[in-house]
């Protein structure tokens, strides 16, 4: 995987590439910004269908609010890449990132209508969408053989973030009120806001350089294996929002679980998948290649997920949960590394934008269909579909990932 900026690349940091000991405060620093971004973005979630329930909405709008956050980001997301490749500049489209998600909770705060609900969530897929600035900036700091370790890095600091947002959001409303995850949503946008004002730039080599033609975008966007990890990202995120993200709760509920307890099923879930992504690919090095994770990783959830509608108790859920989230975890980072991999500098920022909008759309339309399926065979049908979802995508990495084949096509563009 090539994420990363070397000596001799088109965009580098103004004061180069840290490296060795000088590359930790830098990192650490842009990790605490990646944390503070997915906690501003995601200390509502939980309670969001609920809320906007609470506005007597309808099931339509409530679904409507839900599945605007994809579509934003099938809008926005290859613009926002292309934007920032063409610019050669990063930080501006970081700066984007927490202003929208501070935006968003403004949004909620706004009126006690449905309407402003969607405008909310709305403007927070605008900011979703500014992560893959975020993504190609944060691998920057590395190696180029090293970048599979960046993207680790990551989606540990996303997880966290979002576990901690999410396992905090039904208690302040329980204690505070609904408008509680809206108000420190947008404050700590805002305080995130100001201090990557510190964040330093990277630019062009010599301060400039040739603009990156559109037409030349386009050759990025055909290329065979960015295609393919798009569309097996996109069966991963269908799993995903059917799951934990989707109707896991739903199940935990007509299992007996209170509202109150269903942070732990999030826990079950969101812990495991935190560690995985740091140190799954560590812990399967030398007996796994890439496509063999993926295959383990769609597998193992498959299994998980068609065992959802068959556990007898919630306590037996979370354990699933913990075996669910760890397979996903092996997932994310290997398809967000080969998205770019072997992908030239100025084109990298477009190929992640290209490959974040099309993974958008499992984020929509899987919970959209498993709900169609669900009205016809129940709660069940909808996890039958996540389950079977699971199988194709590791038996299509077994197809697509031949490895040095896709390589050395990968490595001629640019």
Sequence with gaps: MSLSVESKSPLQPSSGTPSGQNAGRPRLFFLFLVFWFWFSSYIYVPVLSPYVEHLGASY????????????MQIIFRMPIGIGSDYAGRRRPFIW???AASGISSLLFLAG????????????????????????VMFAGYFPKEDAGRAMGMLQFTTVIAQLTSMMLSGYLVERWGWNTPFVIGAASAAVALLVSLRLPEQKREGGGGAAIKLTDLAPVMREPLLVKVSLLSVMAHCVLFITM???????ALNLGASKGSLGWLTLSFMLPHAVSTLYGRRLFRGKLDDRGLLMLGFGGSAVFT?????????????????????????IFPLLLGKSVEGIHQDKRATAMGFYQAVYALGMSGGPFVAGWVSEIYGLRGGFWLGGAVAACASLLAYIWLSGKGERSRLNEVG
Excluded: D, E, K
């Excluded at 339509?60 to 579509?71: A, K, R, S």
């Excluded at 068609?306 to 092996?330: D, K, V, W």
């Design 112 to 135: 006690a209508q449905p309407g402003w609900a969607l405008a909310g969530r709305a403007v927070s897929g605008i900011a979703a969408s500014a992560w893959v600035v975020y993504s």
């Design 60 to 71: 339509f709008m409530v679904g409507m609010v839900i599945g605007v956050y994809g579509l």
């Design 306 to 330: 068609l065992l959802i509608p068959a556990l007898p108790s919630y306590a037996a859920l979370c354990l699933t949960q913990i075996g669910n989230g760890f397979m996903q975890g092996l």
């Design 245 to 251: 993200f989707g109707y896991t709760p739903n199940q």
């Design 96 to 98: 984007l990132g927490f």
